[in-house]
């Protein structure tokens, strides 16, 4: 309780965040033991605690307006003015106390993000599903750094110019450390955040376009998979069969991805595009790493790659000889991927392709030349650049994936995936932080060299959670 008597607006809110977030995963839960009744008993305590310190400070927060306004009725009586809201208005926190439920904080950044005039359509749609569907801690994201000041903090923040912060641009600064603790971080505008909102239109990413992206606010996401249930034919007035489907939750992890970007001060100064040019270097620089990840990341402090979770497993297909990829191995792994996985139907009689394929872009210039005349039909179009259809199914870049078919040592060759990757997760854990470096020093005399550094990172994991969903082609050596 000695802490929580300490704690400001913008804690109580974190903690409170927190708090639903540990109760939504205990609801999950149909059956409590012992020791999650006894966490439940603990959280509503502390709960009851945290309420008890926001009325105090909504009681200061009532009497120093109560005496605003009696010293400003003291010295004249002011005229009534109407004033049209804008789009900070949602973002006014004085208006709104994060003790509130939580509904109500949902519904404050709902109303911030419709407001928004410079954020487009799809962005606020985006931004609007993440805010309802995940726990308030996100809402509050939105509304303490979607506002004009925070961001104009933010754009000065990064080239060391924070002693130039107007009063409103400090407050929305303080207001938003709770979102990073003590690290000293900025957290990226709500707007501008890649966790937040989905960039896979100007990804180059392939897995991200295809894939399952979810996000949350937590270490782990929790998912539940199953084969489905099996339908069977009985006998008249016999006992049906148990066809009750096998149900798995699959857990993926999301790990720590950092970046870092350096220049002088001279630039850092003179470098009037520095927000929009750093955030384009660092979109670029997540690309390219989780594109590498997610095809052959380890799953080892890393995300698991496609590659990674299929290999050795029943999806695993061998090409048909050792050494050579040839045509036919492209129709044996398609072939070899149930019917489900591949087609949908739309309206009774059209089909759409549920599989798509991933390969590195020379493997599919090695399946141009099995089919340089169209005949085999292997393209749907065979012309400059790389068609987008194969055998029907989108064809989608992965550079991550092997390039070549090696032949000397005993080694596998995965070269070529198809599948349905909605059953490809990948999980974002909701926050990307910058921090900037004011001064680095040179690694002869430990001196400052005149250069200054901005420093990101977000968390994010991946995995597949049905690997029957998906083949992949392995042309192993024989050496």
């Known amino acids: 309780m000695s802490e929580i008597a300490s704690m400001t607006v913008p804690a109580l809110a974190a903690r409170s965040a927190a708090i639903a977030g540990e109760i939504d995963e205990l609801n999950a839960v149909p059956e409590w033991t012992a020791d999650q009744q006894t966490r439940f008993d603990a959280l509503n305590t502390e709960l009851g605690?945290?309420?008890?310190?926001?009325?105090?400070?909504?009681?200061?927060?009532?009497?120093?307006?109560?005496?605003?306004?009696?010293a400003t009725s003291a010295e004249y009586e002011a005229p009534i003015v109407r004033v049209a809201k804008t789009a900070d208005d949602a973002f006014d926190l004085r208006t709104l106390s994060f003790a509130a439920s939580p509904g109500e904080v949902r519904a404050r950044a709902i109303t911030a993000i419709e407001k928004m005039i410079e954020v487009p359509d799809?962005?606020?749609?985006?931004?609007?599903?993440?805010?309802?569907?995940?726990?308030?801690?996100?809402?509050?994201?939105?509304?303490?750094?979607?506002?004009?000041?925070?961001?104009?903090?933010?754009?000065?923040?990064?080239?060391?110019?924070?002693?130039?912060?107007?009063?409103?641009?400090?407050?929305?600064?303080?207001?938003?450390?709770?979102?990073?603790?003590?690290?000293?971080g900025f957290a990226v505008p709500f707007n501008l955040d890649p966790t937040i909102i989905s960039t896979k239109s100007i990804s180059t990413n392939p897995f991200r376009r295809i894939g399952r992206v979810v996000t949350g606010v937590t270490d782990d996401w929790n998912g539940v998979t199953s084969a489905g249930v099996t339908a069977s034919f009985d006998a008249e007035a016999a006992e049906v069969s148990d066809d009750s489907p096998t149900l798995v939750q699959p857990s993926i992890t999301a790990h720590m991805a950092r970046a870092f970007a350096r220049g002088s001060?001279?630039?850092?100064?003179?470098?009037?595009?520095?927000?929009?040019?750093?955030?384009?270097?660092?979109?670029?620089?997540?690309?390219?790493?989780?594109?590498?990840?997610?095809?052959?990341?380890?799953?080892?402090?890393?995300?698991?790659?496609?590659?990674?979770?299929?290999?050795?497993?029943?999806?695993?297909?061998?090409?048909?000889?050792?050494?050579?990829?040839?045509?036919?191995?492209?129709?044996?792994?398609?072939?070899?991927?149930?019917?489900?996985?591949?087609?949908?139907?739309?309206?009774?009689?059209?089909?759409?392709?549920?599989?798509?394929?991933?390969?590195?872009?020379?493997?599919?210039?090695?399946?141009?030349?099995?089919?340089?005349?169209?005949?085999?039909?292997?393209?749907?179009?065979?012309?400059?650049?790389?068609?987008?259809?194969?055998?029907?199914?989108?064809?989608?870049?992965?550079?991550g994936m092997d390039s070549t078919v090696t032949t000397s040592g005993a080694v596998s060759n995965y070269i070529l995936a198809i599948g349905d990757f909605r059953h490809y997760v990948i999980y974002d854990r909701i926050g990307f932080n910058l921090e900037f470096i004011p001064h680095l020093f040179h690694t002869s005399n430990n001196l400052p060299s005149g250069q200054r550094g901005w420093f990101g990172y977000w968390r994010v994991g991946a995995d597949s959670v049905n690997d029957d969903a998906f083949r992949l082609l392995d042309v192993p050596s024989a050496a």
């Open 49 to 70: 605690d945290l309420e008890a310190r926001g009325k105090v400070l909504a009681a200061r927060d009532d009497v120093r307006s109560r005496a605003a306004r009696l």
């Open 265 to 399: 001060i001279e630039i850092s100064l003179d470098w009037a595009a520095i927000e929009s040019d750093l955030r384009t270097l660092f979109q670029e620089a997540k690309d390219d790493l989780e594109g590498a990840k997610f095809a052959l990341g380890s799953g080892s402090g890393e995300p698991f790659g496609i590659v990674t979770a299929l290999a050795g497993t029943g999806s695993e297909i061998n090409a048909a000889t050792d050494d050579v990829f040839a045509i036919a191995d492209v129709f044996s792994i398609e072939g070899a991927l149930p019917a489900k996985y591949r087609t949908t139907v739309l309206d009774g009689t059209a089909q759409a392709s549920r599989a798509s394929w991933v390969a590195n872009h020379a493997i599919y210039n090695l399946i141009r030349r099995f089919d340089t005349q169209g005949g085999a039909g292997l393209w749907e179009t065979l012309g400059g650049g790389r068609p987008n259809l194969l055998l029907g199914y989108p064809a989608y870049e992965a550079s």
């Open 122 to 184: 799809y962005a606020k749609q985006r931004a609007t599903e993440v805010v309802s569907r995940l726990p308030a801690e996100v809402a509050q994201r939105v509304l303490l750094t979607g506002s004009t000041d925070y961001r104009t903090a933010y754009q000065k923040a990064m080239v060391g110019q924070s002693m130039l912060w107007t009063p409103g641009e400090r407050d929305a600064f303080r207001a938003a450390l709770s979102l990073t603790g003590a690290t000293g």
